[in-house]
């Protein structure tokens, strides 16, 4: 089994900027993807950014230029850099790792943005 934990979510203002992170632990293969999702309230979960464990990345349209993902592999950890972020960034963001057949997700972390 493999958990994920994720931390760093919360309220900023627009134009602010906030990292998330995600530990990833358990029986995690040295070949997978990490990534990160998100939710908005009444809609469906979407892909913001997917990063290989060969650092080969992925992102969303609404987010390129402006969200960075990263990971350590050593700490099993993937991070989201987020700037200039916008109102309609608010969302729980969830974290996510494949590997083989498999697929797990984070409990999610609450990112408002609002003045």
């Known amino acids: 089994q493999v958990q994920l934990v994720e931390s760093g979510g919360g309220l900023v203002q627009p134009g602010g900027s906030l990292r998330l992170s995600c530990a990833a632990s358990?029986?995690?293969?040295?070949?997978?993807?990490m990534g990160w999702y998100r939710q908005a309230p009444g809609k469906q979960r979407e892909l913001v950014a997917t990063?290989?464990?060969?650092?080969?990345?992925d992102y969303a349209d609404s987010v390129k230029g402006r969200f960075t993902i990263s990971r350590d592999n050593a700490k099993n950890t993937v991070y989201l850099q987020m700037n200039s972020l916008k109102p309609e960034d608010t969302a729980v963001y969830y974290c996510?790792?494949?590997?083989?057949?498999?697929?797990?997700w984070g409990q999610g972390t609450q990112v408002t943005v609002s003045s």
């Open positions: 990063i290989t464990s060969g650092s080969s990345t």
């Open positions: 996510n790792l494949r590997q083989s057949v498999a697929a797990y």
């Open positions: 358990g029986s995690i293969s040295s070949i997978n993807v």
